[in-house]
């Protein structure tokens, strides 16, 4: 026997039913990006080993660009999830730092040397931060009040899902 969350009204109508397609595509936007986040993560962890014997630097070395994409979140999240954010909705700098994020992996995919591979990480960690900040506040405000936990449950399991994946290929 499944169990479903019901309106508090006791109608018996499932809590997914008081969700239009537009919520729900918010949702599933906000969601992809989150994967994004976790994809990039979990790629270059896998893969540092594989990029220090391909640039010729050691383990240590190339784990700095951990520190390059990761140690400038802040500042994307600050220019764009924040202050820009507040003054012209979340819509546009979301596709802004989605748009930023997967020039900057493209770019790193063609690295033609560490530094070049440095500076590139280095720039996408400017666009990766407001993802899941952006997201988030988005499915908040266009949800249903009584739904919002839900919604930003739901968004919160991409980053998870992502490493499910992930997890299972290698």
């Not at 397609?21 to 993560?41: E, I, T």
């Not at 990029?51 to 802040?74: C, E, H, K, M, P």
Request: aromatic letters at 12%; a positive charge.
């Amino acid at each position: 026997m499944q169990s479903e969350v019901v309106r508090p009204s006791g109608s018996g109508t499932p809590w997914y039913r008081d969700i239009t397609a537009s919520q729900w595509r918010v949702l599933v936007a906000a969601w992809g990006v989150w994967v994004n986040d976790a994809l990039d993560f979990l790629a270059i962890t896998f893969v540092l080993g594989d990029i220090a014997r391909a640039f010729g630097v050691s383990l240590d070395t190339a784990s700095l660009l951990l520190l390059a994409t990761y140690g400038v979140r802040w500042i994307g999240g600050l220019a764009f999830g924040g202050l820009s954010s507040d003054r012209i909705g979340r819509k546009i700098p979301l596709l802004i730092t989605l748009t930023w994020f997967t020039a900057r992996a493209v770019a790193t995919g063609m690295s033609w040397n560490f530094l070049s591979l440095a500076v590139f990480r280095l720039l996408l960690g400017f666009g990766m931060a407001p993802g899941f900040s952006l997201g988030a506040a988005m499915v908040a405000e266009s949800w249903p009040e009584r739904h919002r936990a839900i919604g930003i449950g739901i968004l919160d399991t991409g980053w998870g899902r992502r490493c499910n994946w992930r997890g299972a290929r290698v």
